[in-house]
């Protein structure tokens, strides 16, 4: 089975930095995803990880720990279009590119 | 690169009416195609695998008669949800890989309202 864990709400200051952690059991892994969700549409693409590490992407990084079971992301310099639901997401078997979404974590940015 | 489609992106129907939607990647050719549901304010729940040619697997209490899944070509999957009722009524969203270990690639989503 699968356990992805995120906050479910958290709020934020425009031009602030900001991190979502995500928590993860499953009984497999082949990678960990962040995609970003607007109200009313589909996910888009945001990062990805398999090794430990920090991948960084412009104003995104994206950071993974395989032993703690363990992933953030982190957004710099906040804008308010950054408003949206983050969801993570783990694919646990290499040539299955099943992916099992956590509850997803709804940033606000404030003025 | 890389875009997928969905049509209708929303639909409206009545209780005991079936409603196809279909899931199509524009510039590549999709092994693999999945299909979700999100109800408000939840995350995307995975419904169902589809391979190209073969039969879908379908996620653990997702009832296979009731959602069928057909993906007869490698640019090409459809959603049926048969006899609908108003706890049907969810976004669904398809997404497309090109083959397996890959990213996946999202549709717009498919609002379907069941009254």
């Known amino acids: 089975g699968q356990n992805i864990d995120q906050p479910t709400e958290m709020t934020a200051t425009e031009g602030a930095i900001v991190q979502i952690n995500c928590t993860y059991q499953?009984?497999?892994?082949?990678?960990l995803f962040w995609y970003q969700q607007h109200a009313g549409e589909a996910p888009t693409f945001l990062s990805y990880?398999?090794?430990?590490g920090l991948e960084e992407k412009g104003r995104f990084s994206s950071f993974l720990s395989r032993s703690k079971g363990y992933s953030y992301l982190l957004l710099k310099e906040l804008q308010m279009k950054d408003s949206a639901s983050y969801l993570c997401?783990?694919?646990?078997?290499?040539?299955?590119?099943?992916?099992?979404f956590g509850t997803g974590t709804r940033l606000t940015v404030i003025p | 690169g890389a875009v997928v489609s969905q049509h209708p992106s929303w639909v409206i129907c009545k209780s005991g009416t079936s409603v196809k939607i279909e899931c199509r990647s524009l510039?590549?050719?999709?092994?693999?195609m999945f299909w979700y549901r999100q109800f408000p304010k939840q995350s995307l729940m995975l419904m169902a695998t589809?391979?190209?040619?073969?039969?879908?697997?379908?996620e653990q209490g997702v009832e296979k008669d009731k959602f069928l899944i057909n993906h007869a070509s490698l640019t090409l999957s459809t959603l049926t949800v048969t006899s609908a009722h108003p706890e049907d009524s969810s976004f669904y969203i398809c997404?497309?890989?090109?083959?397996?270990?890959?990213?996946?690639?999202f549709g717009p989503g498919t609002r379907l309202t069941v009254t």
């Open positions: 997404s497309a890989s090109p083959h397996s270990n890959y990213e996946q690639y």
């Open positions: 510039d590549f050719q999709a092994t693999t």
């Open positions: 499953t009984s497999g892994f082949n990678g």
């Open positions: 589809s391979n190209e040619g073969s039969k879908a697997t379908y």
């Open positions: 997401a783990v694919r646990e078997a290499a040539g299955a590119n099943n992916l099992f």
């Open positions: 990880n398999v090794l430990d």
